[in-house]
């Protein structure tokens, strides 16, 4: 696994995603300024935010494209406005928004669909063009099995949710995933 975020790190990242949310709803701008050389190296990470337990977006980059604290700022706001699956988030409902980071490895290819490990790997299964990305978490919270999470990734992808079984490409990454407090 790639380098660990410190608790302090992953406090800071939170924290910055927040005021980036927070500022553009208010209008203001936040920028992501910090000395941290691990913050500051490329890493792939997505955002997800939940108001009320409910999932209302989640964007982010699976591959290295830009620094880490880049990518927090601008997949926080893209998760908060973009994610076309939802409404943007609203500044009224700030106070019931809460915010997870998910820092991931490099993807690495499988032969084997046996390989994969619920609640340890993240899948991006691809084929023909298409592709489809779900996070270690997911199946852990539908409480889903190999199968099934393996179906869902073809399904996400926009493939037959048994394209894992006839040739789909399928990768495997990590991720440390933490969020604000409850």
């Given at each position: 696994?790639s380098e660990?975020?410190?608790s ?5 990242l ?10 553009h709803?208010r ?5 992501a300024?910090t000395d941290?050389?691990?913050l ?13 337990g409910d999932l209302?977006?989640?964007?982010g980059?699976p591959l ?10 601008e997949?926080?706001?893209a998760a908060a ?13 700030l106070?019931?928004?809460r ?6 490895t490099?993807?690495?290819?499988i032969?084997?669909?046996?390989e994969?490990e ?5 899948i991006?299964i691809s084929?023909g063009?298409?592709q489809g ?24 992808a926009?493939l037959p949710e048994n394209?894992?079984?006839?040739g ?10 933490f969020?604000?407090?409850?």
């Amino acid at each position: 696994m790639s380098e660990l975020l410190t608790s302090a790190q992953q406090k800071f990242l939170l924290r910055l995603a927040r005021d980036t949310i927070t500022s553009h709803l208010r209008g203001g701008e936040k920028t992501a300024a910090t000395d941290d050389q691990v913050l500051k190296g490329k890493r792939g990470a997505f955002v997800t935010l939940h108001v009320d337990g409910d999932l209302r977006g989640c964007i982010g980059y699976p591959l290295p494209y830009k620094p880490l604290v880049e990518t927090i700022s601008e997949m926080a706001l893209a998760a908060a406005t973009q994610d076309n699956r939802f409404e943007s988030i609203r500044e009224s409902e700030l106070e019931r928004l809460r915010i997870e980071i998910s820092a991931l490895t490099l993807p690495r290819a499988i032969q084997d669909p046996a390989e994969v490990e619920v609640g340890r790997h993240g899948i991006i299964i691809s084929k023909g063009g298409r592709q489809g990305l779900l996070l270690p978490q997911v199946p852990l919270e539908y409480n889903w099995d190999r199968e099934t999470f393996l179906r869902h990734g073809c399904l996400k992808a926009g493939l037959p949710e048994n394209e894992w079984k006839k040739g789909a490409a399928i990768q495997v990454f990590e991720a440390q995933v933490f969020s604000e407090p409850e």
